[in-house]
C-alpha cells in the first residue's frame, strides 16, 4: 500500500495541503470516502478517496484547522482532532447499517417499571450546547441513498440511485417545524397523491436540534444505563416519552465521556401498534464551551402501506 503523509505546505493565497490514507481494519484502502478539514463549523477543506484510498484537500483561507472528519458508507465515521499523526493513516471500523427492529428496544424498555429516572442527566447534556432557539439560518450539504427494505426478511434492495442536494433553514423555520410537532404531534397524513400514508418530522436533518428542545426536555424522562459505560467512559441514555398516546417517540442517546452525544436513535410508535418510523443520527464532537449538534451522518425509516421499509441514508459533506 502506499504510504501517507501530513503535510502542511505554503501554498499561493495563504492555502495548506493536507493529504493521507482512509483504509479498513484490514489495511484494505476505502474508496469514495468524505474527509473535510473544519475550523469551528466551517468546513474549510474537502476531499474523496481514490480507488486506492488517497486523499488530498486544500485548506482555504489561513484559518487554523481544528479537526478532520472522515465519513465512508459502511464504516463508523470519525472524528480526528490535532495534533495530527505523521504519516496520517486513518483506518475506519465497519458499521452495520442499524435496521427498524433496533428501535422496538426503545419502546419495550420504556415500559418496564424497573427503570430509574436521572432528570439530571439530560440537562447536563443540553448545557454543553447552545440554545437551539438561539441558533441562526443552518446549510447542509448532503448525499443521499434510498432504499428499501423488504419485510419479513429485512433484506436491503436499492431502489434509486445516490443524488446530491442542499437544505437550508433559518431558526423561523425550525420553531415552524417545532410548531408543527406540537399541533400534530410527531406524525400527520401524507401527501394523498403519494404512496406514503403518514408524514414525520425531519429529525435527522433539519430538526436533529429538537432532541435539544425545552419541549423535548419537559415531555420525555430520561433513563441513564450507568452500568453500559466502557472503558472511554461511553454510556448510553433513554429517552421515554411520558404520554404514550397517540403517535410519540423513543429515543436511545449514546453519551461520550464529556456528556456530549455521539449517537441518537429514535422510533416514533403509536399506542396501539409497532414502531412506524424512526431514524439514526450521527454526531461530531461540538465546539466548546457550547456548540451545536452537527450530523456526520444519518438513516430514516418508515413503514409503508404494503408492509415493507422505506429507508434513506444520508451522508453530510458540508454544514455551516
Known amino acids: 500500500m502506499v504510504g501517507a503523509s501530513l503535510s502542511f505546505m505554503a501554498a499561493a493565497r495563504g492555502a495548506a495541503q493536507l493529504s493521507g490514507v482512509v483504509r479498513d481494519e484490514a489495511g484494505r484502502p476505502i474508496p469514495a470516502a468524505v474527509v473535510e478539514g473544519w475550523s469551528g463549523h466551517a468546513r474549510t477543506g474537502f476531499s474523496e478517496t481514490a480507488d486506492n484510498g488517497l486523499f488530498r484537500i486544500v485548506v482555504e483561507g489561513g484559518r487554523p484547522l481544528e479537526s478532520i472528519a472522515v465519513r465512508a458508507i459502511g464504516f463508523r465515521p470519525r472524528a480526528l482532532a490535532p ?133 423535548f426536555a419537559a415531555s420525555h424522562r430520561v433513563v441513564g444505563f450507568a ?23 423513543d429515543a436511545i442517546v449514546t453519551l461520550r465521556a464529556d456528556s456530549t452525544i455521539e449517537l441518537i436513535r429514535w422510533s416514533v410508535k403509536t399506542a396501539p401498534g409497532a414502531p412506524e418510523a424512526g431514524g439514526a443520527v450521527l454526531l461530531l464532537p461540538p465546539d466548546q464551551p457550547l456548540g451545536r449538534l452537527v450530523p456526520t451522518a444519518s438513516m430514516a425509516w418508515r413503514r409503508t402501506m404494503a408492509g415493507t421499509y422505506r429507508q434513506r441514508t444520508y451522508l453530510f459533506t458540508g454544514w455551516k
Open 227 to 249: 452500568d453500559s459505560a466502557d472503558a472511554k467512559g461511553v454510556m448510553a441514555a433513554l429517552l421515554c416519552a411520558q404520554r404514550r398516546t397517540g403517535a410519540f417517540v
Open 83 to 215: 495534533p495530527f499523526a505523521i504519516p496520517l493513516v486513518i483506518t475506519m471500523q465497519a458499521s452495520m447499517v442499524p435496521l427498524p427492529e433496533i428501535e422496538v428496544v426503545a419502546a419495550e424498555a420504556c415500559t418496564t417499571t424497573r427503570s430509574r429516572d436521572h432528570p439530571a442527566l439530560w440537562a447536563a447534556v443540553r448545557s454543553k450546547y447552545a440554545d437551539p432557539q438561539a441558533l441562526g439560518t443552518v446549510t447542509a450539504e448532503f448525499r443521499s441513498f434510498d432504499d428499501v427494505v423488504a419485510a419479513p426478511d429485512l433484506s436491503v434492495r436499492r431502489d434509486s440511485l445516490p443524488g446530491r442536494g442542499k437544505f437550508g433553514l433559518t431558526a423561523e423555520g425550525r420553531a415552524t417545524l417545532e410548531g408543527v410537532i406540537q399541533r400534530r404531534g410527531y406524525r400527520w397524513p401524507g401527501d394523498p397523491l403519494r404512496a406514503e400514508k403518514w408524514d414525520y418530522p425531519p429529525l435527522e436533518r433539519e430538526l436533529v436540534t429538537h432532541f435539544l428542545s425545552r419541549r
